[in-house]
């Protein structure tokens, strides 16, 4: 890649190294739900999803099956695959390339891409690898950090980390909540899990809500 | 249960990666349509309201409100506030931990 424009790459840096910071508490999450040191890295390193990853984390932790904690996850992943499509055009890649563009086809990447559509093509791609491998990087490093830091602490719920785990969950959803539909839709969900937890095998109550949400979608025509 | 641990781990790894190359391969088209994209906006928005609100109040199968409601308290006001995420989460943490280990 040859010179990067400085607006690009200040933008890349600020996003990947903001982003991958949250990486200590979904480590610290990962690990307060009975997963490994290892476990959690690998989930950072392979999976590198944040909202799939506290997903499955968080399903399996509550006493979930893997399937659903996967499903879950998996339902919470669909978002990348429509990002992939919108990136695909403008990164014009094959092969292996295609490849290592996909797995850090994220949020972030994306977001910070389409936001240099002003400063063109090169630096949209430039905005995507750059934000894709700083967010790889540093959401990794922090996901190790958290996973040791929570193991060192012993009990989740005397440091709060409990706690963290849906206050996480909170904060990359509350961003989302524009308007009515969508606060309405997170209320019901809400609700609707609490509600069948006692009833519905663990995992269910979280994934039938995904229901609740193609039904809103085909309400709402707009 | 760690067997599940690792099914968890390596089937959400396969299964991420896979929507997203899918993603870099499919025709544009195919998925552009805006029923899919609202739906897909909206997907996100419940399972996530559902994970808060089941790692907020529920132990295994049952409703149990304890210290973490407190957390979850201040996360709101935090957000209310504008917080940033790393604020969020910490006085969440902090809360918690406070009311757990007072009372």
């Known amino acids: ?222 | 249960m760690s067997n599940a641990l690792w099914i968890g781990v390596i089937g959400t790894s396969v299964i991420a990666f896979a929507l997203k190359f899918a993603g870099h391969s499919v025709p544009e088209k195919l998925l552009s349509h805006p029923l899919i994209k609202r739906i897909n906006l909206l997907i996100p928005i419940a399972l996530l309201s559902a994970l808060v609100a089941v790692q907020s109040v529920t132990t295994k199968s049952s409703i149990v409100f304890d210290h973490r409601l407190a957390g979850l308290g201040a996360a709101i006001l935090a957000l209310f506030l504008k917080a940033p995420f790393p604020i969020v989460v910490l006085s969440a943490a902090i809360t918690s931990a406070a009311v757990y280990n007072l009372f």
């Open chain 1, 1 to 222: 890649m040859s010179r990067v424009s400085s607006p690009t790459f200040r933008d890349s840096l600020s996003v990947s190294f903001t982003v991958g910071a949250y990486g200590v508490a979904f480590g610290a999450a990962a690990v307060a739900n009975g997963f490994s040191v290892l476990q959690s890295c690998l989930l950072s390193l392979l999976t590198f999803s944040g909202a799939s990853q506290f997903a499955v984390v968080g399903v399996i932790g509550a006493g979930g099956s893997a399937i659903s904690g996967i499903a879950t996850a998996s339902l919470l992943g669909i978002r990348n695959g429509l990002y992939g499509v919108l990136m695909a055009p403008i990164l014009q890649v094959r092969g292996f390339k295609r490849f290592v563009a996909a797995h850090i086809t994220i949020d972030e990447s994306t977001g910070v891409s389409l936001s240099q559509e002003s400063r063109g093509l090169k630096a949209m791609r430039e905005g995507f690898w750059l934000t894709g491998f700083g967010v790889f990087l540093f959401w990794n490093l922090f996901t190790l950090a958290g996973a040791l830091g929570a193991k060192a602490m012993g009990d989740p719920s005397a440091w709060g980390l409990d706690a963290a785990v849906p206050a996480a969950f909170l904060g990359l959803v509350w961003p989302r909540l524009k308007n009515t539909t969508d606060k309405t839709l997170a209320i019901v969900a809400a609700i609707f899990a609490i509600a069948t937890t006692p009833f519905l095998p663990a995992g269910l109550p979280i994934i039938g809500t995904a229901l609740l949400a193609v039904i809103a979608g085909l309400w709402v025509k707009k």
